[in-house]
């Protein structure tokens, strides 16, 4: 970590050195493809060559990196050191409404393969409702934190301070503090995330409940993000749960092997994802063409750009390797899981994209673990529901939290 302290947040610009952007023509200039394994599909046996050869061409002679810069830099960046570990995060100030609620802090975060990039669009959306043909009322004090060990944050830091895997709990407990300590907000405030983000959030939302007119009001989710603290051996299960349960091996087998990887071997990985850009390029965009809404082409859900911008991301911070950490950090907490009996009684919402990695669960399974005040099936988008659906997402985000500005209860 660098030796300048920011107890208090203090503005921060992206400015990548141009010499970091020559190095990256030179590596992606002299890439070695892979010999191509003929297995009767494109993507069966991982990223479609074809696929990742006008990617890389296309990063080469028709990306341009300043454009996403400028669009970072368009909202107010800061860092911030959390006791010894920093944080970058996004704060853009909602819309105030004269004689009304201020806009309701929420705290939005992301996972991986994930950035601050899938939400760059939405940030205005969320702060300044009016302006997209909402209504004020909806707005949004909106905070956009880097997971520790990716993009603009530090490396994970554990609690004895040396550098190495935490896991989601702990962010959690960042989160709070610089919600409460750091921004200074000492009202209420919302979560919302998926993948890591909706495991971060509810922790978020089980350890800093509303009390004294501080804490977490709501969290809002689109991916499941805490396992109830059931016995599955003894507890009495539904029919649709069962099912759910049955489909949930297969439907992960084949997408999750990563996760064995990031846990076990995270070093090793992050030797490659951080030396090759090209092959952090394939390890990446595997994940968005099988866990979105794509039928199998990633440029049907996302373009060549936005699929850079999000790379460009964990390669030009050279974090692809501590982003891995994460995943070894949540097996080294204890519990993984809800403690037996307990549940997260914060107001939740749950929005289930049908195309995310795994099949959403049924609402019974969800209000084992939560306090279910809205749940939203919906018609298409996957895992990256911020750039798959941003609109859905919003609506649904705001539905969910509308009620709970004004003391009212969610049906």
Same mark, same amino acid.
Not at 250 to 255: E, I, P, Q, V
Not at 361 to 366: A, G
């Given at each position: 970590?660098?030796?300048?302290?920011?107890?208090?947040?203090?503005?921060?610009?992206?400015?990548?050195?141009?010499?970091?952007?020559?190095?990256?023509?030179?590596?992606?200039?002299?890439?070695?493809?892979?010999?191509?394994?003929?297995?009767?599909?494109?993507?069966?046996?991982?990223?479609?060559?074809?696929?990742?050869?006008?990617?890389?061409?296309?990063?080469?002679?028709?990306?341009?990196?300043?454009?996403?810069?400028?669009?970072?830099?368009?909202?107010?960046?800061?860092?911030?050191?959390?006791?010894?570990?920093?944080?970058?995060?996004?704060?853009?100030?909602?819309?105030?409404?004269?004689?009304? =609620?201020?806009?309701?802090?929420?705290?939005?975060?992301?996972?991986?393969?994930?950035?601050?990039?899938?939400?760059?669009?939405?940030?205005?959306?969320?702060?300044?409702?009016?302006?997209?043909?909402?209504?004020?009322?909806?707005?949004?004090?909106?905070?956009?934190?880097?997971?520790?060990?990716?993009?603009?944050?530090?490396? =994970?830091?554990?609690?004895?301070?040396?550098?190495?895997?935490?896991?989601?709990?702990?962010?959690?407990?960042?989160w709070h503090r610089l919600?409460?300590?750091?921004?200074?907000?000492?009202?209420?405030?919302?979560?919302?995330?998926?993948?890591?983000?909706?495991?971060?959030?509810?922790?978020?939302?089980?350890?800093?409940?509303?009390?004294?007119?501080?804490?977490?009001?709501?969290?809002?989710?689109?991916?499941?993000?805490?396992?109830?603290?059931?016995?599955?051996?003894?507890?009495?299960?539904?029919?649709?749960?069962?099912?759910?349960?049955?489909?949930?091996?297969?439907?992960?087998?084949?997408?999750?092997?990563?996760?064995?990887?990031?846990?076990?071997?995270?070093?090793?990985?992050?030797?490659?994802?951080?030396?090759?850009?090209?092959?952090?390029?394939?390890?990446?965009?595997?994940?968005?063409?099988?866990?979105?809404?794509?039928?199998?082409?990633?440029?049907?859900?996302?373009?060549?750009?936005?699929?850079?911008?999000?790379?460009?991301?964990?390669?030009?911070t050279g974090t692809a390797?501590?982003?891995?950490?994460?995943?070894?950090?949540?097996?080294?907490?204890?519990?993984?899981?809800?403690?037996?009996?307990?549940?997260?009684?914060?107001?939740?919402?749950?929005?289930?994209?049908?195309?995310?990695?795994?099949?959403?669960?049924?609402?019974?399974?969800?209000?084992?673990?939560?306090?279910?005040?809205?749940?939203?099936?919906?018609?298409?988008?996957?895992?990256?529901?911020?750039?798959?659906?941003?609109?859905?997402?919003?609506?649904?985000?705001?539905?969910?939290?509308?009620?709970?500005?004004?003391?009212?209860?969610?049906?």
């Open positions: 970590m660098a030796d300048t302290r920011y107890d208090t947040p203090e503005p921060f610009k992206v400015d990548i050195p141009e010499r970091a952007l020559i190095d990256l023509d030179e590596r992606l200039r002299r890439w070695r493809p892979p010999t191509v394994l003929e297995d009767g599909g494109s993507w069966a046996a991982g990223t479609d060559p074809a696929f990742l050869a006008d990617l890389v061409d296309y990063w080469r002679h028709g990306y341009d990196w300043q454009r996403c810069q400028e669009t970072i830099n368009q909202w107010p960046n800061y860092l911030v050191d959390i006791g010894p570990q920093r944080i970058h995060f996004i704060r853009e100030p909602g819309t105030e409404v004269e004689d009304a =609620p201020r806009p309701l802090p929420l705290v939005v975060t992301h996972g991986w393969p994930g950035s601050i990039v899938e939400f760059l669009h939405l940030i205005d959306v969320l702060a300044h409702p009016e302006e997209h043909g909402g209504d004020p009322l909806d707005a949004f004090d909106v905070i956009v934190p880097s997971l520790p060990g990716y993009g603009f944050s530090g490396p =994970p830091i554990r609690a004895d301070g040396t550098v190495g895997p935490i896991g989601p709990r702990a962010i959690a407990g960042l919600v409460t300590e750091k921004l200074n907000y000492g009202r209420p405030y919302g979560v919302q995330g998926g993948d890591w983000g909706a495991v971060v959030s509810s922790w978020l939302a089980f350890d800093h409940p509303l009390k004294d007119e501080a804490g977490v009001l709501g969290v809002h989710l689109n991916m499941m993000g805490l396992r109830p603290g059931i016995d599955l051996k003894t507890a009495t299960l539904s029919a649709d749960e069962q099912a759910w349960l049955a489909k949930m091996g297969s439907a992960l087998d084949d997408k999750t092997a990563y996760q064995r990887i990031h846990a076990t071997r995270p070093q090793t990985l992050g030797v490659a994802l951080t030396d090759s850009p090209v092959g952090l390029a394939s390890w990446i965009v595997e994940k968005f063409q099988a866990w979105s809404d794509c039928g199998g082409d990633p440029l049907k859900r996302f373009s060549m750009d936005t699929l850079l911008d999000n790379i460009m991301v964990y390669w030009l390797g501590t982003s891995t950490w994460l995943y070894r950090g949540v097996t080294e907490q204890k519990p993984r899981a809800l403690p037996e009996g307990a549940k997260v009684e914060t107001p939740t919402g749950f929005a289930a994209f049908p195309a995310d990695i795994a099949p959403a669960p049924p609402r019974e399974w969800i209000e084992r673990a939560f306090n279910l005040r809205r749940h939203t099936i919906m018609p298409s988008g996957g895992h990256f529901a911020a750039l798959e659906e941003p609109d859905m997402l919003v609506e649904d985000i705001r539905a969910f939290f509308r009620p709970l500005r004004y003391g009212a209860a969610n049906d």
